[in-house]
T-cell receptor, first 114, second 112 residues
């Protein structure tokens, strides 16, 4: 059972454009929603995370929007750069019950064209 | 952020042998660590939860006798792939952290 669904699977964006990746979850007990960036052959690196008591969080060029009623959250990458070309994963966990045991979305491969 | 170190980054072993992968939290203590497996161009799948001083908790479908986990100290968890076969070839990644999860660099295991 896939508890976190991520879309699109791949994305091509021009340099300077906005990359938008969406995730939807099923388990209403989830209380932590991080986004990770992964380059080939490397472990995932934490980009930004949000908890359900806020609807938006911004860190630099990265913004998470969170809609608790719709059980959806999204990552916006502003002013996309070629160095942002990577695979992005959304994830969710129920920290209070299981710590940082993460359920991952399927991933989105982002290509930023110069 | 916190640092999680994984070793080795790459290993090639012969079919039938065992391989040990280490995961260390370098600047914090971790009573719980997690082990994931990732196939090429796929997402991360949780294999097991490593608990300091007690038995690991395995996800459904993961063979505990094949993937032995030991969490002997607050900074070290090990995953041993026993009697490895080519189908065990994969990218193995550990994570640790309380408020946020930080990942190791991953270990590329190739069984020949």
């Amino acid at each position: 059972q896939q508890q976190v669904k991520q879309s699109p699977q791949s994305l091509i964006v021009q340099k300077g454009g906005i990359s938008i990746i969406n995730c939807a979850y099923e388990n209403t007990a989830f209380d932590y929603f991080p986004w990770y960036q992964q380059f080939p052959g490397k472990g995932p690196a934490l980009l930004i995370a949000i908890r359900p008591d806020v609807s938006e969080k911004k860190e630099g060029r990265f913004t998470i929007s969170f809609n608790k009623s719709a059980k959806q959250f999204s990552l916006h990458i502003m002013d996309s750069q070629p160095g942002d070309s990577a695979t992005y994963f959304c994830a969710a966990s129920w920290i209070k019950a299981a710590g940082n045991k993460l359920t991952f979305g399927g991933g989105t491969r982002v290509l930023v064209k110069p | 952020g916190a640092v999680v170190s994984q070793h080795p980054s790459r290993v090639i072993c012969k079919s039938g042998t065992s391989v040990k992968i280490e995961c260390r939290s370098l600047d914090f203590q971790a009573t719980t660590m997690f082990w994931y497996r990732q196939f090429p161009k796929k997402s991360l799948m949780l294999m097991a939860t490593s608990n300091e001083g007690s038995k690991a908790t395995y996800e459904q479908g993961v063979e505990k006798d094949k993937f032995l986990i030991n969490h002997a100290s607050l900074t070290l968890s090990t995953l041993t792939v026993t009697s490895a076969h080519p189908e065990d070839s994969s990218f193995y990644i550990c994570s640790a952290g309380s408020d946020e999860a930080f990942f190791g660099q991953g270990t590329r295991l190739t069984v020949v």
